[in-house]
């Protein structure tokens, strides 16, 4: 379905340069500590269809993003996860895919050696105990470290997130082994209190988000709704399914959340933040944004 854009046209300060496209909470693992889409393996892919997709990655290309980020859950599990990336790439967009390469498909790991496709992954430990305790799933610690071998053997560009979840977690050495296996882009992170790091039944506030949120990147959940960042699920600025990205990002709404999310550079932003992509002009860096508590408005 064609949905005619509205003007007045979106600002240009106001479209980001990356988006995340998070289309599906369905995930062979079951990370109960700090999983903020809180994806497992009996979540579903979300009311968001193919062809939906599809045009909204199209009015994205037109509007000026540059980069966009299929994450989950586990995106790889969507029935039409490779259709959507090829039409990501149609368009002239950068495509990042961000698994938990605990199972990669071989003709997966055709489409992550395609120019413009990256890919990005979270290892918890050097440990299988360590990693495994985090995900929730024996034997994923030895796949998901075979699958970076495997990744690095290829030569595709895998960007590796270690987020500091469990005490005696044994980042440091995780980090270590990642760089002795070759690995050079990687990014430590804490847990952010969204999802399911939030603790007795609490909200989550923009205290637990980075700077850049709605500063340069924005997301799409699996049920349509428009968010400063897959973190910032709890802010929602519109829905695609029956509008355009256009209007949302011209819309009141988007402009007040922007504005309530402040881009200091005060902490790093992990890899769960979003993209660290210094050339889209981020800087790689974010920072907590004020302590406003916002009620959870998810459906």
Not at 1 to 19: F, K, W
Not at 28 to 57: F, N
Not at 77 to 92: C, K, N, S, Y
Not at 276 to 292: H, I, K, L, R, V
Request: proline fraction near 6%.
């Amino acid at each position: 379905m064609t949905i005619a854009p509205e003007t007045p046209r979106t600002p240009t300060s106001l479209i980001p340069s990356v988006l995340e496209l998070e289309i599906t909470r369905r995930c062979q693992l079951t990370c109960a500590s700090h999983c903020y889409a809180e994806a497992g393996p009996t979540r579903g892919h979300g009311a968001m269809t193919g062809d939906i997709w599809k045009r909204v990655i199209s009015e994205a290309a037109a509007l000026g993003v540059k980069k966009v980020q299929f994450i989950g859950g586990e995106p790889t599990l969507h029935p039409d996860f490779a259709d959507l990336v090829e039409h990501a790439l149609w368009e002239g967009l950068n495509v990042e895919v961000y698994s938990n390469l605990y199972r990669v498909r071989l003709e997966h790991w055709r489409l992550f050696t395609r120019p413009g496709v990256t890919l990005a992954t979270s290892y918890y430990a050097d440990t299988d105990e360590g990693h495994d305790q985090v995900t929730g799933r024996q034997g994923s610690h030895a796949a998901t470290r075979a699958n970076i071998i495997e990744a690095h053997r290829r030569g595709i560009h895998l960007r590796v997130g270690i987020v500091d979840v469990l005490h005696g977690q044994r980042v440091g050495q995780a980090r270590e082994e990642l760089e002795a296996l070759g690995i050079t882009d990687v990014h430590t992170d804490r847990v952010r209190g969204v999802g399911n790091a939030i603790e007795g039944g609490g909200l989550p506030s923009t205290s637990a988000l980075c700077g850049r949120c709605a500063h340069g990147i924005a997301a799409i959940l699996s049920d349509g709704r428009v968010t400063p960042c897959v973190l910032g699920r709890f802010l929602p600025a519109g829905q695609v399914q029956d509008t355009t990205l256009d209007r949302v990002f011209a819309s009141q709404q988007w402009q007040q959340i922007a504005a309530s999310i402040p881009a200091s550079r005060h902490d790093p932003c992990g890899p769960d933040c979003g993209p660290n992509d210094d050339s889209q002009g981020g800087g790689g860096t974010c920072s907590p944004a004020e302590d406003e508590v916002f009620p959870s408005r998810a459906s």
